[in-house]
């Protein structure tokens, strides 16, 4: 199970990082905000920039405007614990330290979690 997060948690980096499409940025304090967009118009991922590297909340979406991710970076590196949403409803929670898996979580749709959006 860990290695399939793993290997879901690594197409997610490659997509982020494979996209062809400008995002809109905007300067937010000393961060820059990205906002990445599907060719139908709907945000694909919204995240920072701090001096180059990926910093702070990213979130990402499907193409219908579904949340299908969310975690938090620092100086380039996952930290903290990511959320995983997968078309069935489970939710996958990914705990990172310096980009490496720490603990992985499987919530069942009978167990609700609250994550704000």
Do not use: C
């Not at 945000?43 to 001096?51: E, L, M, P, S, V």
């Not at 979130?59 to 969310?70: C, E, F, R, T, W």
């Amino acid at each position: 199970m860990k290695n399939l997060i793993l290997i879901f948690a690594m197409l997610f980096t490659a997509t982020l990082m494979a996209q062809n499409d400008k995002p809109l940025l905007e300067k937010e304090g000393d961060m820059v905000k990205a906002t990445y967009y599907h060719d139908n118009g709907e945000i694909a991922q919204i995240g920072f920039y701090k001096d180059g590297k990926v910093h702070g909340k990213w979130k990402a979406y499907n193409l219908s405007g579904k949340k299908i991710a969310m975690g938090q970076y620092e100086n380039g590196k996952k930290i903290g614990k990511w959320f995983f949403w997968t078309e069935d409803g489970t939710l996958n929670e990914v705990d990172y330290n310096d980009s490496r898996i720490v603990n992985v979580t499987k919530w069942k749709n009978s167990n609700p979690v609250v994550i704000n959006k």
